[in-house]
């Protein structure tokens, strides 16, 4: 007598899945040269550290390492983590971070403690797909409010917030995804002064404000906002996604809501990885690491922006990031990047994210994102060749205008 | 301008937290005996086996098992769970797995892909706590059944779906927690009969399974019904807890639901611990490890109800589970086991959970849980002798009656 669609919650019926892994098994395909993916280089995971720090934890803490352990999370981690922040001049304590399964479950669990139905919360526009999407199960309204090269738009910000009772703000200030784009330092100023008049929340996405490989250093938004901020960090980028370890931090109130809602969602994150990567994190070099990523984030940013200049058609647009692992292209107006997609599979299996999925409002269809983040300087010089190749051909042809 | 109260959700105010939460940091005071717990031994973890198998796993795979991953779960450790189904009798293939982050996140995927607000649900009475509060951030309303000693009580089951739409109902057939029942093979007969005839999803949630130290093997209630049943597994009881890795099986179709809506959570489970967990598995010898498992359990089971049988009084009955961690204990009706339990702390340094949280309509203030999983026989010996002397004292005092 089994009749699933009368037994599915409105929110599994609303969960069509993601764009992402409807177009991921394409890009895969024998020969095709992939910018879709948003993965971080292989070529950095700690491969032999890790083997060594497992032996080192384990014969350390193993029993303990293996049992139930804090919701919170392995104290070692978050006092590692306050560390780093105090490095970089931002004042936490252990107890305003909870250890999550990536910077993906805090947001989630942000969503859990903030959000009811019909509640507004400001996105940017383009936005990170997974956030929203993420967002959307907890039924609020979204607000896109759109980027510049500095960052999100204050002033259009400043009209949303007056005209709106909006809770939460999802910003990823540090080389977005999908844009690369970077909030300037007079950018987080602006966004400190306007947002501390409102009783609204910002969530600052920020798992590649490390990824820094040019300009100027900026701060956290929590740095400016305080307890008005709730930071979301990530190993993912910088270690390894494949831990699945990622971080909150905020007030201490906040926190505790935070582990309270984790609680009965998984009751903690594996104190296996927790306790291993801190192992690792303790003896290796992790700046050093971070700065070989870098220099090599840095040559393969380079090759894509020189090689969009040198192949691109004229009409195009693209962002040049600062760090990160993201470009943005911009075609006319009129475009329609996912009839591009299909072009650029189909005659030069280049494969790349097409924008409409990154907004709520039906936007984006003429932009897309490419991450340089796995491919060497020489295969991106290809890849952007046959794509300047395709977008030429799209947009002479008929069906281009 | 924050004002916290204006910005929680209504979810999050009703998060009272985990009443164990509350206790838990009394009763590991030094020099309580503490049965409130419901750790596995952590004796039998295996540390120098699961550093092995980190060095070979790693070595072998070493940058797959550290970039993202796929949100079922790893092939592998899916295909093992699978094949070890199959060995108890139960077809599934892997593509019915999704790997979770312990069998708790099971259950808040369940209750994300299936419950709206109002949507009725069973529950045992007494009934897993951390199941029930997961389940109640979704707000059905709880129908609670009782149980005897071959289970959940079938006739008034059989009165509560007559009579009321019920979308989900939650198990623990196996050893339950709190009161160590397990359904006999009648019982899940008799279930079978009377769910196939409604439009009702079971959550069989069967973390103790394997833990079967004493009486007859019964199967798993999806090889009488099938797609009707969402069975939730976990590595916690049988390897260690320290890895979270749990996994659901279900039907294809309701395994592609949870999927996406795990992937909007946490995107996938520890790739890391899986991968580890895999290799050990299969080089393991876990068949022989549930086993030494199984003796300790007995001998420590058979101590606490030979030493209840020898000090409480005669007024009080308990369980004698044939498998899993716990004794669940009666007290007459108008006893007060939260006044019991800080009697017991004061006098006697026995600490044991109070049966209050268990239930949702306010029954069980007359009954408490005992876990005897970490204790040694002589400890639990000890315990029991206090434990009876508090009672016996509690009983006969003027607060007793």
């Known amino acids: 007598m089994l009749n699933l669609n009368e037994l599915y919650s409105n929110r599994a019926k609303r969960n069509a899945g993601s764009f992402l892994r409807q177009i991921f098994p394409r890009t895969r395909a024998p020969g095709v040269i992939n910018f879709a993916g948003g993965l971080p280089n292989p070529d ?3 491969v032999e550290p890790i083997i060594a720090a497992t032996e080192k934890a384990m014969r350390a803490d193993g029993r303990d390492t293996l049992q139930y352990g804090l919701t919170e999370g392995l104290l070692g981690l978050r006092e590692w983590i306050a560390a780093r922040y105090e490095r970089q001049g931002l004042k936490v304590s252990p107890d305003q971070i909870l250890i999550t ?13 903030f959000l009811d139905p019909g509640d507004k919360m400001v996105i940017e526009a383009p936005g990170y797909m997974s956030a929203i999407q993420s967002f959307a199960m ?4 979204f607000i896109g409010v759109g980027l510049s090269d500095e960052g999100i738009v204050i002033d259009e910000l400043a009209e949303v917030l007056k005209n709106n009772r909006v809770k939460l703000m999802e910003t990823c200030p540090s080389f977005q995804n999908p844009s690369g784009l970077a909030y300037s330092t007079r950018t987080r100023e602006r966004l400190a002064a306007l947002v501390s008049q409102h009783n609204t ?14 300009g100027s250093e900026t701060k956290s938004l929590q740095a400016y906002l305080g307890e008005q901020v709730i930071t979301l960090g990530s190993f993912s980028k910088i270690v390894a996604p494949g831990f699945r370890l990622g971080w909150t931090v905020a007030s201490p109130e906040i926190t505790r809501k935070l582990i309270l809602a984790k609680q009965l969602v998984d009751i903690h994150t594996n104190l296996f990885a927790q306790r291993v990567l801190l192992e690792y994190l303790r003896d290796g070099n992790i700046d050093g690491h971070i700065n070989q990523m870098r220099g090599v984030y840095l040559s393969q940013r380079n090759a894509m922006v020189d090689a969009m200049t040198r192949y691109f058609p004229p009409e195009t647009t693209f962002t040049k990031p600062e760090g990160g692992m993201f470009v943005w292209v911009t075609l006319p107006e009129d475009a329609d990047a996912m009839a591009l997609f299909n072009l650029s599979m189909d005659t030069e299996k280049v494969a790349f994210v097409p924008g409409l999925p990154f907004y709520t409002d039906g936007k984006g269809k003429n932009q897309m994102r490419l991450s340089f983040s796995t491919q060497s300087p ?3 010089d290809e890849g952007m060749k046959r794509l300047g190749r395709v977008i030429s051909r799209y947009l002479d042809g008929p069906s281009g205008q």
Do not use: H, W
Not at 101 to 113: F, T, W, Y
């Open 201 to 214: 929340l910002v969530v600052e996405d920020d798992p590649y404000a490390e990824l820094r490989f040019m």
């Open 138 to 141: 907890y039924e609020p309204q």
């Open 101 to 113: 399964n990536g910077s993906q479950q805090g947001i989630d669990l942000v969503g859990r403690v």
């Open 378 to 380: 020489e295969k991106i």
């Open 44 to 46: 950095f995971f700690p």
